[in-house]
């Protein structure tokens, strides 16, 4: 049988990101031979593939393609933030993006059903993505996407990899994607007061409405007057419409400029935007702590029982 060299296991984990021990397995198994050994990887990366799916992919990536006024906003999930570095995950998440946007697939396996071939993997994009979980030893989804096509012009914005947004507008591009980076900073939900969906009115209703009831038993305890029930109404409808204020858009002060809000910014502008959407890394993704400390006593206890 060959001898398998330290060298030996580095090139092959060079060409695979396979894990160290995975890559002297499988040149074990192929007595030695490099082509072979790494066909053997990609067979059991797919398997590795499988059991990675119910792992937690809270970070990943937001990329988009914009050609004129067609375009795509797509975010990637991985398991930590290293991966969003790496540059086959990179590759993977923008060539979606221009496939969202060529292809306009109705979902997310429909996306996956598309061709592509990258780094050995293929000929789907969802074979490319199993394929990468196995050599790059993370779980990854597409996890949502949004493709952009009804005229409009489009104007978009990434805040580094975490925070995407696309502006659709008529007039100036430069106003546009001033709003778009208004948005990443500010976060609004809806663009008027209007559109700020009804679940959130409500909410802020009842946080409203259980502060004038506190502030009541506040003052009853305290015996101080408690104020009428009208005055009450009122005070949890001013909450509300200042609420209303803060989460729209057109409302918000302009953060290029404290002394106009973002409607009279676009209004000097001469632009019209009609629609804006926003993607966070990981929103509403419950994330998994780690013990890290505990993990590693584990390993050890483990390792030591094996011996």
Known sequence: ?????????????GKTDAPMMECK??????????????????????????????????????????????????EVNCETDFVTKNDSFLALANAAAVLVAKHNPVDVAALGA???????????????????IGKIGENMT????????????????????????????????VAAKDVAMHVAAMKPVALTSAD??????ERERSVAAAKAAEDAAVATAAGKPVQSAE???????????????????FNQTFVKNDKQTVEQMLKAAATTVKAFTMYVVGEGIEKKVDDFAAEVAAQVAAAQKSA
């Open 1 to 13: 049988m060959a001898a398998i060299t330290a060298s030996m296991v580095a090139e092959l984990r």
């Open 25 to 74: 397995r499988a040149l074990t198994e192929a007595e030695g031979d490099m082509a072979k050994a790494e066909e053997l990887l990609r067979v059991k990366l797919g398997s590795k593939a499988g059991k990675a799916a119910a792992r937690i992919t809270a970070e990943g990536v937001v990329v988009n393609s914009i050609d004129g006024t067609t375009g795509a906003m797509l």
């Open 114 to 132: 598309l061709p592509y071939e990258q780094d050995g993997f293929g000929p789907t994009l969802e074979d490319v993505r199993k394929g990468l």
């Open 142 to 173: 597409f996890r949502r996407f949004k493709r952009f096509s009804t005229g409009a012009q489009l104007a978009s914005y990434l805040h580094g990899t975490r925070i995407g947004v696309v502006v659709e507008f008529e007039g100036d591009a």
């Open 196 to 201: 700020v969906p009804a679940d959130l009115v």
């Open 231 to 249: 005055i009450v109404a009122k005070r949890v409808d001013g909450g509300v419409q200042k609420y209303l204020k803060e989460v729209s858009l």
